[in-house]
């Protein structure tokens, strides 16, 4: 059986610390591209926060509980060509994602799990630093607004 063709819609959450440091992970297939988590929807009416929770979870182990941790939307949308190396995921003819940007304040001693079909590491660093790491303009970007989004 085919599998699906990705949702070209998805999420991404910056995970943070209060200090503003910023936890990225390496994908699996392709070494040195850091990055926050991201994820697609697994169906068109699935709410956003529901994604975003889902792929944290799935990507670093993380639960957010509404409480303790919490994901916080930041009402923002990106649009930007799909990557051609991922573009067969994706129906044909479709070349451009929209993705929501989240992000998440977590302690700095909570265990990450990385799933090891998506990542095989990860890292914590000041935020100006991560955003010079990640491979993805956007989310270099939704990294450098961080301060701005948190009111700091």
Known sequence: MDKPHKIPESVLVVIHTSNLDVLLIERADKAGYWQS????LDAVDEP?????????????GIVADGERIA????HLSNVYEIYPVWRHRYAPGVTHNTEHVF??????????MLSPREHTAHVWLPWLEA???CFSPSNAEAI??????LGR
């Open 37 to 40: 988590v991201t994820g697609s």
């Open 48 to 60: 956003l926060l529901t994604t975003a929770t889902r792929e944290l979870f799935e990507e670093t």
């Open 71 to 74: 994901l916080r939307d930041w």
């Open 103 to 112: 992000s998440v304040e977590v302690p700095r001693d909570v265990p990450i």
């Open 131 to 133: 955003a010079d790491k």
């Open 144 to 149: 450098l607004q961080l301060p701005r989004m």
